[in-house]
């Protein structure tokens, strides 16, 4: 089996600027991801990506694309990693075409996903109805009622966009009052079309072939709304489960120190899912560049 | 003969945008149906694939449904 110096796993900022470093280093590297982009890709508008005053998700990934294969990298792309570990000195890589790589190091930027509410019908129904991406699926919902789960800033951005479109929205939230910032929820407190359910649990989603209801529990009370699309704003969870032995947070995100290393050498992570303290685009896309160059170091020592 | 190219699609989804950057950088023609404002578009697309997440790309009569780069260069040769 080859051994390359470094295996980067993830295309989102922090792995693609990660690639950037690695090629201008011109190191032996090989690059392992599902999807191009990331979460950016599933942002709409992007104004605090310096040199862009305004920038969709779609374009900012186009440009990092550009400037990534603009060095030939080698990207096995559509590919999941299932199980990262080190032995003998060498890290291994397995991945869900039933591949293996391994490397003398490599950088996990595997970035976050959103978080499912584990409910029954919740798969079944997925893209028949319920959806993790109001931006995306929104506009399908015209004149439809829609319900949104959680109280967060995300799910109030997704109630903005959905109250222009659906019927009726409903926001089933399990605390006592909405979070996010005042502004949006004002806005959504204001809209005609809007009811909210605090201190409530969806139970399950219910259907025939496309989502037709939800159950909620409603500080005991069960209730059923009537509805045809189910938007999932409660969080995001960290890609982390496949790595074997790293230190980790409470939330799952891998621990880094300030040079990006994990406390196995050789292993670094950058980006949304490691315990860096914000999580932001051009921070992920600084992390990606820092994790590189500590690998590049960590390999001129071994 | 170039294989003729339906596009399932809403202004505001990434991977819309994404698959129609792709076809166009491959010269590759399509027809666009906004779902989100052609509720008939919306409910064919529906019917054709049983779900309701956008893209969804009709490759005379081969469905993919996402941006699939793979299946899309298989269905249509390059």
């Known amino acids: 089996m080859q051994t390359y110096d470094l295996i980067i796993i993830g295309a989102g900022p922090a792995g693609i600027t990660a690639t950037v470093y690695a090629a201008r280093k011109k190191m032996d590297f090989l690059v392992i991801t599902g999807d191009i982009g990331g979460q950016t890709a599933w ?150 079309n809007v009811s909210i359910f605090n ?29 045809q699309g189910v938007f999932v704003e409660i969080g995001l969870i960290p890609n982390s489960d496949f790595v074997k032995g790293v230190e980790k947070n409470a939330q799952g995100e891998i621990i880094i120190n300030n040079r990006n290393a994990t406390n196995i050498p050789g292993i670094f992570a950058a980006g949304d899912v490691t315990d860096v303290s914000e999580k932001q685009i051009i921070i992920a896309a600084g992390e990606g560049s820092k994790a590189c160059l500590s690998a590049f170091r960590y390999l001129a020592r071994h | 003969m170039a294989k003729k190219v339906k596009i399932y699609s809403t202004p505001t989804c990434p991977w819309c945008i994404r698959v129609k950057q792709f076809l166009k950088e491959n010269n590759i023609v399509f027809e666009d149906y906004d779902v989100s404002s052609d509720p008939a578009k919306a409910e064919e697309m529906v019917k054709k694939t049983g779900q309701m997440g956008v893209p969804v790309l009709d490759i005379e009569g081969e469905i993919i449904v996402g941006f699939d780069k793979e299946k899309i260069k298989a269905s249509l040769g390059f």
Do not use: W
């Open chain 1, 199 to 227: 201190n409530s649990k969806v139970t399950a989603v219910l259907g025939d072939k496309m989502v037709k209801a939800i159950r909620i529990n409603q500080e005991g009370e069960e209730k059923t709304l009537s509805v």
């Open chain 1, 43 to 192: 942002s709409s508008d992007i104004e605090n990506y310096t040199g862009y005053q305004f920038i969709s998700g779609p374009d900012l990934v186009q440009k990092f694309e550009e400037h990534m294969r603009s060095y030939h990298t080698n990207v096995k792309e559509g590919e999941g990693v299932t199980e990262v570990e080190k032995s003998a000195g060498l890290v291994l890589v397995k991945t869900d075409k039933g591949l293996e790589y391994q490397a003398k190091s490599v950088i996990i930027a595997s970035g976050k996903r959103s978080r499912e509410l584990n409910v029954p019908g919740e798969k079944e129904y997925r893209n028949k109805g319920v959806s993790y991406c109001a931006t995306c699926d929104g506009p399908i919902f015209s004149a439809k009622d829609v319900a949104i789960i959680g109280g967060g800033n995300s799910a109030l951005d997704a109630c903005l966009q959905l109250i222009r479109i659906a019927r009726q929205v409903y926001i089933i939230n399990n605390v006592p009052q909405l979070a996010g910032d005042a502004i949006m929820r004002q806005k959504v407190e204001a809209a005609a």
